[in-house]
């Protein structure tokens, strides 16, 4: 659980990918010629995102690495940013965004699973670690997931922060009222 104050404080919420929103696998292969590379993302984690959208809160992934796979997601996901910079740079890119928002580490939560998440969790206000992150990373964590990355762990914790602000009732009577066009 993620009391309210914590939860209310929070108005960002930036995610690693690789681990996170992924289980951490990656296809790789020819094709025709050219390199392909292919993720598998969780369904349930994209809903997750688009009911956070919902109210408001601007979502930003950060990742270690550049891929296409993850800006085509993204881009369907309607992420607010992207950001795919060198492991050891995320610190870096996190407070350049958040000083151009205008916003305090206080503000931010984020959710990690490796190593190179460490110096951004132990930064922002509300540290987030799946179920299968390293132990460090658990460690630095408020809240760690019962869900692996790849398998949920997303959505439970935008349900955590929904449900930490006392709003998960109202998004879902809305959800089930509006019936959005796209639903993760």
């Not at 009391?3 to 209310?8: K, P, V, W």
């Not at 630095?140 to 762990?153: D, E, M």
Request: glycine share 10%; proline share 3%.
């Amino acid at each position: 659980m993620i009391d309210r104050a914590r939860a209310e404080r929070v108005k960002l919420l930036c995610m690693d990918v690789d681990g996170v929103l992924t289980d951490n696998g990656l296809w790789m292969g020819p094709v025709a010629g050219a390199r392909v590379e292919l993720k598998r993302f969780d369904v349930q984690d994209g809903l997750g995102l688009v009911l956070l959208r919902s109210i408001g809160l601007p979502v930003v992934w950060l990742s270690g690495r550049h891929s296409e796979a993850t800006t085509l997601r993204a881009v369907e996901l309607k992420v607010d940013e992207v950001l795919q910079v060198p492991g050891p740079t995320k610190l870096a890119a996190l407070d350049a965004l958040r000083q151009r928002r205008e916003l305090d580490w206080e503000d931010i939560a984020y959710i990690g699973d490796d190593l190179a998440d460490l110096q951004v969790l132990r930064r922002v206000g509300l540290p987030i670690a799946v179920a299968n992150a390293v132990a460090e990373v658990k460690a630095s964590a408020q809240y760690v997931t019962r869900a692996a990355g790849g398998h949920g762990a997303v959505r439970e914790a935008v349900e955590a922060i929904l449900k930490g602000r006392g709003v998960w009732d109202d998004i879902l009577e809305r959800y089930f009222s509006e019936r959005p066009a796209h639903a993760g």
